[in-house]
């Protein structure tokens, strides 16, 4: 009974991830068999322990310890002719040789388990010897029997009717559909994971979910939020002592930090996953280790170490017939070989990767070869070939990423991370001279998830919008009279690639090289040159107060504006004024082309931020002097909104402006101001558009997301975060607390898009408005939430805007807009009325704004008034 008390407690605190205390009841209970008289009683308690002691040291990842004890129990058991015991011995050991990265052996101690389980009839041992069978099969790169097995392993627990025997097959499915790149499935499964590990108080199993989650989100390109779980996985691993668990962490916390470019970090995460995979005796860990290791001195440019470590990674893999880890290690041995020009070694790389990833399933193997191989063969100029790898690989992510369905951060991201094979395909397809075609290739890569939120928005169908309509007579090209300049950033060639499209005339393309300027790449050039443009005209992009006006330190004349009133000999374009260069790469290449007073520009990569309306000429003439001036995400989301003009029903306005923002203090702790004439520009706005508008304590949160899906017209004045221009309005009222959270205050992005917009034309006179996050998708920001919502067109800023100057441009822009001006027109109207007002000349205070999507013009219908409201006073 003492025996049998303590094996009762080691099982307890074993099921609390107490595994060292754990161990001191199981050694007392065996202490205890050994000196009972009955032998036989005394062999069976003494096996108890054995097994129990084996399963406890594997769980703290000493699988030499584990397998010491799962052999001396099995001896027992053989001796005491107890198949039940010698069952469980056999799984015991495939854990220990499954921690060891010795899969093969795993898969053969598991079936050798499944078969006395099934003779026995103990379907509990059935589903965990399925369990270690899924996972054997998961490493070795047999994903059918892995999907098999794990599928096999949730029909016991049904059966036994215990969902607890059957979490692990959650975590396998996580893991094989995160291979297959149905990332949306994974995630599913790793919850379930983590939902049935916290009912049942699982510590280790709950930091197995939040490692599988984070490795999901590892591969959508959300590295902020892959951090934050495997953060905790590797709390929990520590305070349980679960060692496997902890080196596991410490691998994908590098992983995460390299992808965020912290090669320290990753470093230092990379060499303690080594050491503790050597202690551990773990060779499938100590092989991903050399394999981190190689991808972070790759980085780094240190070409000789990391394919010595990635050498190390493919013997191990090889060795254990790990087919997943030799496909990687024969990938980035392929990478390598294409750093250091040696592309035909790295095409036979790529290759074996291939086959690889076609045995194992792995389509993200797949589609990376697929594009490394275009790669090559590109800068092999063997076009035709590269051609081939890039249409193959684009094709295998547009199937993954359809898999995402309706996960609008998670597609971004995914497309983000193989934008490689997206640039790759437009890029040879023009050195083939294939004008259309390379321009249908780079549209169908521009902006797809705001096209899908788009889509969705309007019931429209999928095959219509294929991007091929480019190439139809009764497409994109005949619905519109103005001219289209499309742009894309060509980091491989150092240029700009530009695309004309004007009604009934062929595409033409025109290409222009970039000064390096000390950068990287062309990126890097366009993004430094803009920031240089926005310190010349002497705005604050980077102020850490979200705060429309400008500070007397700001009022200064910008280099520009002076040069620009002083000189009347035209400039080189290749001098040093960043508005004129950037005039120079994007406008002057295709000037001669352009017909018509109207442009319409499709930005890539950092363009997105550039102030159009405001590059110089060689004469020192600004951009929207001669033309009016507009931006799209794609020629595919303006056809959208071309097709479908009724959508945009809605009648009457919303107008928005200086919320009650007392309480609220940005993300630096500064307390927010009020912004006097936002609430004179909503006041005036209201009496033209003839609407009461919601100003001060007014104007929260909950009443603008009650109002704004059934208007026209949606304006708002106010506060707007820097990074994304996400807007700061008055606290909900139900919330008392002194100090609000921010969701009761902050519009979000998420906000916006939870809701179905029928507005023609939404303004928000906001500081950074206009900015976000720079992706492959384009800027994603509140502006794209606005289109994605259903906005026919958002007009915002790109920087700190001044308040006072703001009225003067709104009060002009609306003026005209209700005088049955378009607003392109009623745009370049109130940036030519701020140009010649003598206190608002300079081009920092009319340049930042920015009209995105449709040219839309208000109807009398659209003046509508909103229902009547009183107003009241609020403090400043």
């Known amino acids: 009974m003492e025996g049998m008390a303590s094996y009762g407690l080691g099982n307890c605190f074993r099921g609390l991830c107490g595994y060292k205390k754990a161990i001191g009841f199981y050694n007392r209970c065996l202490t205890v068999a050994k000196g009972l008289a009955n032998k036989e009683i005394s062999r069976s308690l003494e096996g108890v322990a054995l097994a129990n002691l084996g399963h406890a040291f594997d769980c703290l990842g000493d699988y030499k310890q584990a397998e010491i004890y799962h052999r001396l129990h099995l001896s027992i058991a053989k001796e005491m002719r107890d198949k039940s015991g010698e069952g469980d011995a056999y799984t015991g050991l495939g854990n220990v040789f499954q921690g060891l990265g010795n899969f093969k052996k795993a898969e053969e101690y598991y079936s050798l388990g499944l078969s006395i389980a099934k003779d026995e009839r103990n379907k509990e041992a059935v589903a965990l010897a399925y369990l270690g069978l899924a996972n054997a099969s998961r490493n070795l790169g047999d994903t059918k029997n892995a999907v098999k097995y794990s599928n096999l392993q949730l029909t016991c627990a049904k059966e036994l009717g215990n969902k607890y025997i059957g979490k692990g097959a959650y975590c396998n499915l996580g893991h094989i559909y995160k291979s297959l790149g149905d990332f949306k499935k994974s995630i599913e499964y790793f919850k379930r994971y983590l939902e049935i590990a916290k009912d049942f108080g699982d510590l280790e199993g709950e930091g197995a979910a939040y490692g599988g989650l984070g490795s999901a989100f590892d591969s959508l390109g959300d590295f902020e939020t892959a951090v934050y779980y495997h953060d905790q996985h590797l709390d929990i691993a520590k305070k ?91 990938g980035n041995l392929g990478t390598v070989s294409q750093n250091l020009r040696d592309y035909m070694k790295a095409i036979d ?122 190439e139809k007579e009764n497409g994109m090209l005949n619905s519109t009279s103005s001219s289209t300049i499309f742009l894309a950033v060509n980091v491989f060639e150092n240029q700009v690639d530009i695309w004309l499209l004007s009604r009934e005339k062929p595409v033409l393309h025109r290409k222009r090289k970039l000064d390096h300027h000390r950068a990287k790449n062309a990126n890097e050039t366009l993004q430094s040159l803009i920031q240089f443009s926005y310190e010349n005209m002497g705005v604050r992009a980077k102020v850490k107060c979200e705060n429309r006006s400008l500070d007397a330190l700001h009022k200064q004349r910008s280099v520009v504006e002076r040069l620009s009133k002083t000189c009347s000999q035209p400039i080189n374009q290749e001098g040093n004024l960043p ?267 009319w340049a930042p704004f920015t009209l995105i999507g449709d040219d839309v013009t208000l109807s009398t219908n659209n003046k509508k008034s909103g229902p009547h409201r009183e107003t009241q006073e609020t403090d400043r």
């Open 240 to 330: 349980i002592g679960d060692k496997d668990g902890e080196a596991i962490a410490h691998g994908n916390l590098g992983n995460a930090y390299l992808s965020l470019g912290d090669f320290k970090k990753a470093l230092y995460y990379y060499l303690h996953r080594l050491s503790m995979a050597k202690d551990l005796g773990d060779k499938a860990g100590e092989g991903r280790a050399y394999g981190h290791l190689g991808r972070t001195y790759q980085h780094i440019g240190d070409y000789d170490k990391a394919m010595v470590y990635y050498d190390r990674r493919l013997c191990i893999a090889q060795e254990l017939e790990d087919k997943a880890g030799e496909g990687a290690a024969c």
């Open 349 to 470: 790389c790529h290759k074996q990767q291939l086959r690889i990833g076609k045995e194992i399933g792995d389509k993200g193997m797949l589609g990376r070869a697929y594009s490394n191989i275009g790669q090559c063969f590109e800068m092999l100029k063997s076009l035709p070939e590269a051609l081939e790898n890039y249409q193959t690989s684009v094709k295998v992510f547009n199937e993954m990423r359809s898999l995402l369905q309706s996960e609008d951060q998670w597609k971004i991201g995914f497309r983000n991370e193989c934008n490689q094979a997206y640039t790759g395909l437009w890029r040879v397809l023009l050195k083939q001279e294939k004008l259309t075609e390379a321009l249908v290739a780079a549209e169908e890569g521009r902006a797809q998830s705001l096209a899908d939120l788009i889509k969705s928005q309007y019931g429209l169908q999928e095959c219509q919008y294929s991007g091929k309509f480019l």
């Open 579 to 845: 508005l004129a260069t950037l005039y120079s790469y994007v406008i002057a290449p295709v000037l001669d082309l352009i017909d018509g007073d109207e442009i319409i520009i499709v930005p890539d990569g950092p363009l997105w931020l550039a102030p159009f309306a405001a590059l110089l000429n060689p004469f020192f003439r600004y951009l929207c002097e001669s033309f009016r001036v507009r931006v799209i995400p794609s020629i595919t989301s303006l056809k959208m909104i071309a097709d479908c003009p009724e959508y945009h029903s809605g009648l009457g306005a919303l107008v928005v402006g200086d919320p009650d923002v007392t309480k609220v203090t940005n993300s630096y702790g500064d307390q927010l101001k009020p912004l006097p004439f936002a609430r004179k520009e909503a006041q005036l706005i209201g009496q033209i558009l003839n609407a009461v508008p919601l100003t001060g304590k007014l104007a929260t949160k909950c009443e603008v997301l009650k109002q704004i899906s059934s208007v026209a017209v949606v304006h708002i004045a106010a506060h707007g975060r820097m990074e994304t221009g996400e807007i700061a309005l008055s606290p909900n009222p139900e919330r008392k607390s002194q100090i609000p959270a921010e969701e009761d205050y902050m519009l979000a992005m998420t906000d916006v898009m939870n809701v179905k917009l029928r507005a023609k034309l939404v303004v928000l006179s906001c500081c950074h408005s206009g900015r976000g996050e720079i992706k492959a998708e384009g800027v994603v920001g509140i502006a794209r939430a606005f289109m994605g919502a259903g906005a026919r067109s958002v007009l915002v800023s790109l920087w700190a805007i001044d308040d006072e100057a703001t009225l003067e441009f709104m009060k002009n822009f609306y003026h005209n807009l209700v005088k049955g001006r378009s607003s392109s027109e009623s745009l370049n109207h109130a940036m030519k009325c701020l140009r010649e007002s003598e206190k608002f000349s300079d081009v920092k205070y």
